[in-house]
Each structure stands twice: as structure tokens, then as C-alpha cells.
């Protein structure tokens, strides 16, 4: 394909750059959400494959944007499975001391990384491909300028999410709101946004929700951790001048409140409580 210089292709090209400036917010979020976990040598390369991929597949997810997005009910789920990621990425404070290991989980990093953008993108890819009117050349440059920012703002995202980690909260709040945007963009639910105020209400009770089922989430694995560790030939279990009905009794009593004290996030240290019993 012969592509022209002139003053059309320049502006063209400036505006796919503005567009996807203004759409990689959210891939910078995922991106630095599904890193975080990986040493520094392998957030690097996380970060390098998986928006290498994610602009693969968003190059040919728009040469067939039109006919993908009339499929009915293909935006919304998207949007559910959308949620079911960003529940998954929220890890809360408890998380930030284990450090995934590679290979597995750096494979398993980029894969989310390029799901997810796929899954945010259809709704986006309509707009670039207006933009480079039908010229393949022309998207495939514009998509490739963006890829610097993308890695830019997702490595400092991941930095300040190691510092601070309640912007991991944000970041998954942020997903959940694009879940629903999503759902509100789908041809097959544009009812949805004639019901009173759910337009402008349901992007924000996704985000909501995606925060309290994602901290509930981190709770209740790491209570199950905690049961788990726990030894079975512990001195509960050799205390012999308990009836077994006692002994019983008293770990029912020391896992519930364990459980309790996990929802409430007070509680980083059950597995070492239970041992000392």
C-alpha cells in the first residue's frame, strides 16, 4: 500500500494519536495492575509483550470494528468479563510483600493484559478506524506512536501503586466503571439508558462494586491461607487433658474470630496465633 505524505495523512495521523492518548488511561491502568506483582526485570518485559499485543490485536480488532460491534450483546459481555478481571487484579495491602515468580505468572500477566484491552477496546476501535479511513498503514503508525506513553504511564503506575496501595483500589474502581459504560454502549442495551438515571448511575455502582468484592475477595483468600498453614499437629491438638469435644470447640471459636478480624483487615498474623495455642 503506497501511503502519501500530504497535509490529509499528517492530520489523520495526529488525530489517532490524540484518541489513543486520550484511550490509554485505561491500558495504562491495566497494564500497571496486572505488573505490579513481578520483579522489576520482568515488569519490564510484562510491560514491553503485553502492549505489543494488545496494539497487535487492537490493529486487527479495527479493520473490522463495524462488524464486530453489531453483534448483539457482545459489549456487555465483554463488560461482565471485564469485572470478573478487575476483581481478580485488586489485591489490597496484605498482597504487597509476595512477589510473583517467573515464568508462570509473567505469561499470566501478559495474557491479562492483552484480554482486557481487547475487552475495553470495542468500543473504542470505531473511532480510530473513522480516523484512518480504511488506510491500514496510516492506523498501524498512528497505534505504534502511542505505544511509548502506554509503557511510560503504565511503569509509573506501578511504581506509585508500590508506594501507595490504595491506588490499587482506584485503578480497579476505574475498570468497573468502564464495565459499565460498556454495558450502556451496547446496541442490544441502549434501553438501559432511558430507566431514570442508570446512565449516568450504573458506571459508578460497577466501580462500587468491583472495590467491596475485590477487598472482600483478598480477605477471604487470605483467611483461607491462613486456615491451610494452620498445623494439624499442633499443641491444641496434643493438649490431652481436653475432651475432644473442647478442643473442638475452642478452634471453632479461634477460626471464627480469625475470619472476623480478616473481613475487618486488622488481621495479618492468624496463622502465627493458631500455632502458638
Not at 505490579?36 to 499485543?53: A, M, Y
Not at 489485591?91 to 481487547?118: C, F, H, V, Y
Not at 468502564?178 to 439508558?193: P, S
Request: proline share 3%; hydrophobic share 50%.
Amino acid at each position: 500500500m503506497q501511503v502519501e505524505f500530504n497535509l490529509n495523512f499528517w492530520s489523520s495521523l495526529f488525530e489517532i494519536f490524540v484518541i489513543n492518548l486520550i484511550l490509554s488511561g485505561d491500558n495504562a491502568v491495566v497494564i500497571a495492575l496486572a505488573t505490579r506483582d513481578l520483579d522489576e526485570k520482568d515488569r519490564r518485559k510484562g510491560i514491553f509483550w503485553g502492549t505489543f499485543g494488545a496494539v497487535t490485536l487492537r490493529i486487527i480488532l479495527t479493520t473490522g470494528a463495524a462488524l464486530v460491534l453489531t453483534i448483539p450483546y457482545l459489549q456487555a459481555l465483554g463488560a461482565i468479563l471485564l469485572l470478573g478481571i478487575a476483581v481478580k487484579l485488586f489485591n489490597g495491602e496484605e498482597q504487597q510483600s509476595e512477589r510473583m515468580q517467573a515464568p508462570a505468572n509473567l505469561t499470566k500477566a501478559i495474557s491479562i493484559i492483552i484480554l482486557a484491552d481487547l475487552l475495553m477496546s470495542l468500543d473504542n476501535v470505531l473511532a480510530v478506524a473513522g480516523a484512518a479511513g480504511g488506510n491500514l498503514a496510516l492506523l498501524a503508525i498512528g497505534l505504534a506512536i502511542s505505544v511509548p506513553i502506554v509503557i511510560f504511564g503504565s511503569s509509573f503506575l506501578a511504581r506509585l501503586m508500590d508506594r501507595w496501595p490504595w491506588i490499587i483500589a482506584v485503578g480497579s474502581g476505574l475498570l468497573g466503571y468502564t464495565a459499565g459504560e460498556m454495558i450502556l454502549n451496547d446496541r442490544a442495551l441502549v434501553f438501559l439508558r432511558e430507566i431514570g438515571p442508570l446512565e449516568h448511575v450504573l458506571p459508578w455502582l460497577l466501580a462500587l462494586a468491583v472495590i467491596l468484592f475485590g477487598k472482600l475477595f483478598v480477605q477471604l483468600k487470605f483467611l483461607r491461607q491462613n486456615v491451610k498453614e494452620v498445623n494439624p499437629k499442633s499443641n491444641l491438638i496434643r493438649q490431652s487433658s481436653n475432651s475432644p469435644q473442647q478442643i473442638k470447640r475452642h478452634k471453632e471459636d479461634l477460626l471464627q474470630e480469625t475470619f472476623v478480624q480478616a473481613l475487618a483487615g486488622k488481621d495479618r498474623s492468624g496463622v502465627r496465633r493458631l500455632e502458638k495455642i
